[in-house]
């Protein structure tokens, strides 16, 4: 990794409809978080942000994916000890991909002794 010891990790996703997590890994669960994210930002509401964009001749028609990124927040931190990663048991990172599938990218920042 990065010769690092003792710190943390930040892993930082760079678009605005994808969200990090960290959560049980759990198939059921994915499951519920969705549904949830389903019923509390629907697709087929009435958003503002769905619009034409004359600088690109694109239709922006994911405002729920936006809103459901920021729900989930755009970074997570973990610990760093004696060179390994701190997590639960049950823990993983999960990017959470909301608007594709598409290419995505992130930053990963690694800080300590």
Do not use: C
């Not at 759990?26 to 009435?46: N, Q, Y």
């Not at 690109?56 to 990124?69: F, K, L």
Request: glycine share 10%; aromatic share 6%; no cysteine.
């Amino acid at each position: 990794m990065s010769g690092l010891k003792n710190g943390i990790i930040n892993v930082f996703t760079l678009h605005t409809t994808t969200g990090i997590t960290i959560n049980e890994n759990d198939p059921k669960l994915e499951e519920d978080i969705a549904r949830f994210m389903e019923k509390a930002v629907p697709e087929d509401d009435s958003y503002g942000h769905h619009r034409f964009y004359r600088r690109d001749g694109r239709m922006a028609v994911n405002a729920y994916s936006h809103i459901r990124a920021s729900l989930l927040g755009a970074n997570v931190t973990i610990p760093l000890h004696a060179g390994e990663m701190v997590l639960g048991a049950r823990q993983n990172i999960y990017l959470v991909e909301l608007d594709g599938p598409q290419l995505r990218g992130l930053a990963v920042q690694i800080m300590g002794e």
